[in-house]
């Protein structure tokens, strides 16, 4: 695995490619969340009515296959970890497999090097006379945090100083079952009450749901942070408890409550007050290291003049980042661990060599085609050449209750641009495999895949059209497979006999299918690279641009042969 670009110093101009032509448009088209999995009635992708995508996979094995997208193969910890839209889509646009966010804080723990950083100097700074507060995601998904990682940091900061910690926890129940929360935080109570019997005043102090409260993303509803900022900063929120077990148990004796969108909570004393403000003078730790649940946050953490919401008080604090969450805005401008430094990307190669780009997505997942494909990069490389369109998620509404999304708003967006030719790269994320089976409604989520296809179809009319190639892709597994199994496969089933919902991705491979009619009658799927991923997809689409790849990228998945 890369930790420097290895094409550094070597040219930007890519060699034209032998065989294949430049000026084709090509549509990419990510499907989130839209992995491979046997028939079965928890398969949403089977059991949906998708005509398009079945039509490309009889193509098989010449012009679609599956590649992995979890684990080492996208630059994970171990192959145990399932992908995620971060890692995937950095794979995708950069072409190369980097040790990534969770890999590197296991690293910088393990060697203890994280506590000999700039960034855990600054923060130390605060020990003495403040508090150290820890605000992340409590889980151990790996997705945008692990709570071994928590554990460890906060038995490290123990170990170098921090005499009073405040930890502000966001429940998951996306990336792991729902329910979970309550042994998360029971397991991390037990470590707080350790950390006390050694002296230190270590306690929770506040909390809430992931997606209702603190980690919310692309800008799509503000309020979402603002929850997080009145319970972790200003101690204000509409539940107060004792502890936070207390806390987690009694909000989800709501019939209908859920890990995801726990109300926010405050853990208050004897008297009433709110146990961890954040004041003057402390230490802040946002420990995720995932940047796109966490920069809206680091944002008011950070920035002196925010206009976002009323922060009421901006305290005077240091605060760091597990990592730096985006190396354009250098937020935050302190950090624990370096990200990956992942750098020539395939969005910046074309841009330097002329190829007109135009990606789309919804709000949810506008990030996706745009941040996470330019290698966590904000902006355009070249705006005279690059267009990029978000289409407004809704707000308040749960995804299972609007199934399509803006899959077909995206759709005819990408439609208009393949016609207007005036792109030669038209690239969508369709979000709708993703999100609605994050929610773990089984016919919803056929709802959305069926939705998927339909905004496939559009796309591929339309490629058909001005005689373009297509490329269709996914980042990650997740509506393929929507029961918890033991580990023979069986569903597993609660108490009342109930299927339990399997919320998270999954560790499954990705279909990549390529066709059109501007596709070379030649080209086909190379049959020497068994075990492709997420990060040999950048080569191939270069070539179907009509340009050789950079020597340093995985290898392409096409052969040219006559016909
Ligand atoms: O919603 C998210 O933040 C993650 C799951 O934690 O999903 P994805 O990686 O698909 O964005
Ligand atoms: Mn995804
Ligand atoms: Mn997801």
Known sequence: MATRPPGEGKPWELAAHPRLAKGT???????????????????????????????????????WRLIKAHGTAVGLPTDDDMGNSEVGHNALGAGQIYAQGAKLVDLALASGKIYEGEGFKYIRQSFDDGTLHLIGLLSDGGVHSRFDQLQLLLKGASEHGARRIRV????????????????????????????????????????????????????????????????????????KFKNALEAVKKLREDPKANDQYLPPFVIVDESGKPVGLI????????????????????????????????????????????LQYDGELKLPSQYLVAPPEIERTSGEYLARNGVRTYACSETVKFGHVTFFWNGNRSGYFNPSLEKYEEIPSDIGVPFNVQPKMKALEIAQKARDAILSRK???????????????????????????????????????????????????????????MAKRDKSGKPLRDKDGKVQALTSHTLNPVPIAIGGPGLAPGVRFRTDLPNAGLANVAATVMNLHGFEAPDHYEPTLIEVVDK
């Not at 989520?445 to 559009?458: N, S």
Request: proline fraction near 3%.
């Open 25 to 63: 448009v090509v549509g990419v088209v990510v499907l989130d969340g839209w992995g491979e999995a046997p028939p079965d009635p928890f398969n949403c992708i089977h059991a949906a009515d998708t005509p398009t995508l079945d039509a490309l996979k009889k193509a098989a094995p010449a012009r």
């Open 168 to 239: 502000h926890v966001l429940t998951d129940g996306r990336d792991v079952l729902d329910g979970s929360s309550v042994r998360f935080v029971e397991m991390l109570e037990e470590d707080l009450a350790r950390l006390r019997e050694k002296g230190v005043d270590a306690r929770v102090a506040s909390g809430g749901g992931r997606m209702y409260v603190t980690m919310d993303r692309y800008e799509n509803d503000w309020q979402v942070v603002k929850r997080g900022w009145d319970a972790h900063v200003l101690g204000e929120a509409p539940h």
């Open 279 to 322: 004041q003057d003078g402390d230490a802040v730790v946002t420990f995720n290291f995932r940047a796109d649940r966490m920069v809206m946050l680091a944002k008011a953490l950070e920035y002196e003049n925010f206009d976002k919401f009323d922060r009421v008080r901006f305290p005077k604090i240091r605060y760091a980042g597990m």
């Open 423 to 481: 792109f030669d790269q038209v690239r969508v994320n369709i979000a709708n495999g993703d999100m609605v089976g994050h929610t773990g409604d089984t016919e919803a989520t056929i709802v959305g895949c069926k939705a998927a296809d339909e905004a496939v179809k559009i796309i591929l009319d339309a490629i058909e059209q001005v005689g373009g190639i297509f490329v269709l892709t996914a980042d990650h597994g997740n509506a393929e497979d």
